[in-house]
C-alpha cells in the first residue's frame, strides 16, 4: 500500500474562464497525516479543499485519493465516493436545524444504508454529547453543534476528515474542546486536512501547507512544486 | 429516518403544506363535484332503466289542430287518437319479433272513486295483467304488465288476472299506494268509480301496487273494464314494450314497429330521458372544461409553492448533498413529499366535492346525491397526478443545486 493517500498533480481551478484560484498545485498528502493548510483570504485554501472533498471539479490536473482518480468518477460515483472516504467539517456547522444532534449525526449512515443507531450514540458519545442526542441543533450552544458536526463527519469512519476553519465561529474554550477532539481523530489513525487562519491551530498539524495566490508557497515539509 | 425527515420538514413547513394543500383542494373539489353528480345522476337514471321493465313506449301520433281567429292563430289543440287493440299483435310480426320479451296496453280515464262517504278524481287504467294472446301463425304469447314489470312493481295482496271472467257490475281491481292513502283504503276493501256520473262499477281492491312512479296514483283494471266503463271499446292510448335489445339497436326494433302500424310513434325510454341527460352532459362539459383550467392553476399553484419551499432548503439540500445524499434520495424525498400534499388535498377536495356536488344537485336536478365511494380513488389519482407534476420543475432545480456553492453561501 503506499504511503501517499491524496496526491494533487497539477491541479488548477479557474472560474468563469478567468479568476484563477489554484494554479498548477502539486501537492501529496501522507496516510494518518495531519495538513494544515493556511494562508490569506481568497488564496485558494477552501478552493482546494473542495476539490479534495470531492464537492467541486478541477478545471485541468488530476486528483488521486488511494487508487481512485477523481477526476474519472461522475457525480453519483463522487458523491458515493465523499459518502465512504470523506468526513466534512464546516465552520458554519450546518446542521438539519428540524433535525435532532442524533437524528443529524445518522443522516449520512442513512444515505449509506446503515441503520444502526448505537453506532451514532456512541459517536455522540466519543464528542461528549450522550447527553443531548435529542436537542435539535437550535437547543445547542455553537460548541455543541460543532461536535455534532464533528460527530457526523466520523460516523461512515472516513479514510479523511476535511475540515474548513472548524473553530472560526467559536469561542476559545469551545473553539480548544474541537480542536482537541480533532487531535484524538487524528491519534485515532484518521488522515486530516484542516484550513485554518490561526497559526497556532495550523502548528497542531504535522505539516503546514501555506497556498497564497493559488499556489503553494510553502510547506513545513514537503514542498512539491 | 426518511420517514424521520419527511415528518419534521413537513411540520417544520406547516404553512407552505397548508398552502399546497389548499391549491390541491381548490384543484380537485370541482371534478370531485362533477364526478360525484354525474355518476349518481347516470346511476338513478340506469336504476330507472333497470327497474323499467319496459324500453319502449308505443303512443299514438296525436294531430295537431291550429285555432285561431281569421287569420290569426292563437293556440293549438291536440286531437285525442288512440290505438286499436286489434293492432297490438303486429308488434310480434317484425323482423326482430324474437327480441319482443312481452307488451302491454293501457288505456287511462279520469274517473270518480267513492268510498266511505269520499270522493276522489282517480285515474282508471285498463291494462293486461297476464294475458294469453294468439299471435298471427296461431301461436299462444303470454303478455301483460306483469311479464314486463313484475319485478318493479311491488304487489301487496294479489295481482289480479285476465283469464278470469268478469261480472262487469262487480270485478277485481289493484290500487296504488297513494290512492290507498288518500281514501283510506286496504285489500278487500270495496269501493266504486264513476265515469261521468253514467256508468257505475263496483272494486274489490285485490292488490296494492307501490312502484315509485305515476302508478301509485292509479287503479287498475283489466282493459276491457276501462273499455266498458269508458265506452271505448278496443281504444288504448299506450303500449309498454319489453324488448331484449342485445345485438340489435332498440332503435331498428321502433322504427320497424312504426312501419307496422303506421299511425304510432313508437319511443325508446333513451329518447325520454334525453332532456335530463343533456342537462347532465352540459354540465359534465362545462365542468370538464371548468375542471382543467382549475386544475392547470393549481398545478401552477403548487409548483410555485414547491419551488419557493425548496430555495428556502437549498443549503440544507446541499448539505444533505455534501455528506453523500444521491440525487435519488433527493427526490424520493421531495416526490413523497408532492404525493402526501396531493392525498391530502385529495381528501379533503373529495369531502368539499361532495357538498359541492349536493349543492349543484339540489339546485338543478331538485335531489339529494348519494356519496359515489368510487370518485374518492379517482380524485386521489388525479390529485397525486397533480402534484406529481408540479413538482417536476422544483425537484429538478433541487438537484442542480451545487453543494459547493451553498455552503460558500452563494
Redesign the interface.
Known amino acids: 500500500m503506499s504511503k501517499e493517500l491524496i496526491v494533487l498533480d497539477n491541479l488548477s481551478k479557474i472560474y468563469d474562464g478567468c479568476t484563477t484560484a489554484l494554479n498548477e498545485i502539486n501537492l501529496s498528502i501522507s496516510r494518518g497525516d495531519w495538513t494544515s493548510i493556511t494562508g490569506p483570504s481568497g488564496s485558494g485554501k477552501t478552493t482546494l479543499l473542495n476539490m479534495v472533498s470531492c464537492l467541486d471539479k478541477p478545471t485541468s490536473g488530476s486528483i488521486m485519493i488511494g487508487e481512485t482518480k477523481i477526476n474519472d468518477l461522475n457525480q453519483t460515483e463522487l458523491t458515493r465516493f465523499r459518502r465512504e472516504n470523506i468526513g466534512l467539517i464546516f465552520q458554519q456547522h450546518y446542521l438539519i436545524p428540524y433535525l435532532s444532534a442524533l437524528e443529524n449525526v445518522m443522516l449520512p449512515m442513512y444515505y449509506n444504508n446503515n441503520k444502526d443507531e448505537s453506532i451514532a450514540i456512541k459517536t455522540l458519545k466519543r464528542v461528549g454529547l450522550g447527553h443531548r442526542l435529542h436537542s435539535i441543533p437550535a437547543k445547542l450552544s455553537g460548541g455543541e453543534q460543532q461536535r455534532v458536526c464533528i460527530a457526523r463527519s466520523l460516523i461512515n469512519n472516513p479514510r479523511i476528515l476535511i475540515a474548513d476553519e472548524p473553530t472560526g465561529n467559536l469561542d476559545q474554550k469551545n473553539g480548544r474542546v474541537v480542536l482537541n477532539l480533532i487531535k484524538e481523530i487524528h491519534e485515532a489513525g484518521n488522515t486530516i486536512l484542516l484550513v485554518t487562519h490561526n497559526s497556532k491551530i495550523a502548528r497542531e498539524g504535522d505539516r503546514i501547507v501555506q497556498i497564497i495566490d493559488g499556489k503553494v508557497s510553502m510547506s513545513n515539509m514537503t514542498v512539491i512544486n | 429516518?426518511?420517514y424521520?425527515?419527511l415528518k419534521?420538514?413537513l411540520?417544520?413547513r406547516k404553512g407552505r403544506l397548508i398552502i399546497a394543500v389548499i391549491a390541491i383542494v381548490m384543484g380537485v373539489t370541482i371534478p370531485a363535484a362533477m364526478f360525484t353528480v354525474s355518476l349518481d345522476v347516470n346511476n338513478k337514471i340506469g336504476a330507472e332503466f333497470r327497474k323499467f321493465g319496459a324500453n319502449l313506449l308505443i303512443v299514438p301520433k296525436s294531430d295537431i289542430i291550429p285555432v285561431g281567429i281569421g287569420d290569426i292563430s292563437l293556440t293549438s289543440v291536440t286531437n285525442q287518437q288512440y290505438i286499436n287493440e286489434t293492432d297490438i299483435y303486429k308488434i310480434k310480426t317484425i323482423n326482430w319479433s324474437k327480441n319482443i320479451l312481452g307488451y302491454a296496453p293501457f288505456l287511462y280515464q279520469v274517473i270518480t272513486a267513492k268510498s266511505n262517504g269520499q270522493e276522489q278524481q282517480v285515474v282508471l287504467t285498463g291494462t293486461w295483467f297476464e294475458k294469453n294472446t294468439t299471435l298471427e301463425d296461431g301461436t299462444n304469447f303470454l303478455t301483460g304488465v306483469r311479464r314486463i314489470n313484475s319485478w318493479w312493481w311491488s304487489v301487496e295482496g294479489n295481482w289480479i288476472g285476465d283469464l278470469e271472467f268478469f261480472n262487469f257490475s262487480s270485478t277485481t281491481c289493484m290500487i296504488g299506494i297513494n290512492v290507498a292513502k288518500k281514501m283510506n283504503l286496504s285489500l278487500g276493501d270495496i269501493f266504486s268509480v264513476t265515469y261521468q256520473d253514467e256508468e257505475t262499477l263496483s272494486l274489490e281492491i285485490s292488490g296494492i301496487i307501490t312502484t315509485g312512479g305515476t302508478e301509485d296514483n292509479h287503479i287498475f283494471v283489466p282493459l276491457e273494464v276501462a273499455q266498458y266503463l269508458t265506452e271505448q271499446t278496443n281504444a288504448i292510448h299506450t303500449i309498454q314494450v319489453s324488448a331484449l335489445c342485445s345485438g340489435c339497436p332498440i332503435e331498428d326494433i321502433a322504427s320497424e314497429i312504426e312501419s307496422e302500424i303506421n299511425y304510432i310513434e313508437a319511443k325508446t325510454i333513451l329518447q325520454m330521458t334525453n332532456t335530463e341527460m343533456s342537462i347532465l352532459h352540459t354540465i359534465e362539459m362545462m365542468m370538464t372544461i371548468v375542471t382543467l383550467i382549475a386544475l392547470l392553476a393549481t398545478l401552477l399553484g403548487v409548483s410555485t409553492t414547491l419551488t419557493t419551499s425548496i430555495l428556502e432548503r437549498k443549503?440544507?439540500i446541499g448539505?444533505?448533498?455534501?455528506?453523500?445524499?444521491?440525487?435519488r434520495?433527493i427526490a424520493s424525498l421531495f416526490l413523497t413529499e408532492s404525493l402526501l400534499i396531493g392525498v391530502m388535498g385529495g381528501f379533503i377536495g373529495f369531502i368539499i366535492g361532495i357538498l359541492g356536488a349536493q349543492f349543484v344537485s339540489i339546485t338543478v336536478f331538485n335531489s339529494f346525491v348519494s356519496p359515489q365511494l368510487i370518485v374518492l380513488p379517482i380524485i386521489l389519482v388525479i390529485a397525486s397526478i397533480v402534484s406529481l407534476f408540479a413538482s417536476i420543475i422544483p425537484i429538478n432545480r433541487a438537484l442542480k443545486i451545487e453543494?459547493?456553492l451553498v455552503?460558500?453561501g452563494d
Not at chain 2, 448539505?319 to 440525487?327: F, R
Open positions: 429516518m426518511f424521520q425527515i419534521k420538514s411540520f417544520k443549503t440544507e448539505l444533505m448533498m455534501s455528506i453523500g445524499a444521491e440525487n434520495k453543494p459547493v455552503l460558500r
